[in-house]
């Protein structure tokens, strides 16, 4: 079996996440993740939130590592991961009540963000629930010093990625027909931004 991929940010995270998104997901059966990496995330929240079936998606070169992180949780909830690209015109799910994604936004370019909510608006069904985790700027402005050392990191492996502003996002939400309804602070001056499906 492969190895299963690590990263200590999703270790350090998945509690205080865990803590937000058994609220937010209290209601509903079903959550698609975008973009989820090691596949940490998914085996964590779905062996923590039982009633829902997760479904864990991200680049085919990814798909590999969140398998292994699957086979390995043997949980009959977490479902095998598929393979989506939000730029792609069609995407494996087209109806869900719920989404989840964590540290995605800005590693993206900014075509792929907005192709990301409009895709987001297209599925999420009249009521439904997205959560978006990671670092936001306020304003234009960084909210912490480590916020902007990280930007800058960023933007040197790619130019085209970088912190996004709150703001920016909210007006793609908005447009994709979603409505803002909370900001949680998180662990190493990051967040967790909800939107509901009008």
Known sequence: MLEKPFSQACENNKRPLL???REAFAAVDFVLEIGSGTGQH?????????????????RAENLPGIEAWREDSALPNLLPPLSLDVTDEHWPVTDTPAVFSANTVHIMGWPEVERFFAGIGAILRAGGVFCLYGPFNYGGAYSSPSNA?????????DARSGIRDFEALDALARAAGLEFQADKAMPANNRTLIWRRR
Do not use: N, S, Y
């Open 19 to 21: 803590a937000v998104l």
């Open 42 to 58: 998914a085996a964590f929240f779905a062996g923590e939130m039982p009633w829902l079936r997760w479904q864990p998606t991200d």
């Open 149 to 157: 050392e990280f930007d800058q990191w960023l933007r040197t492996r």
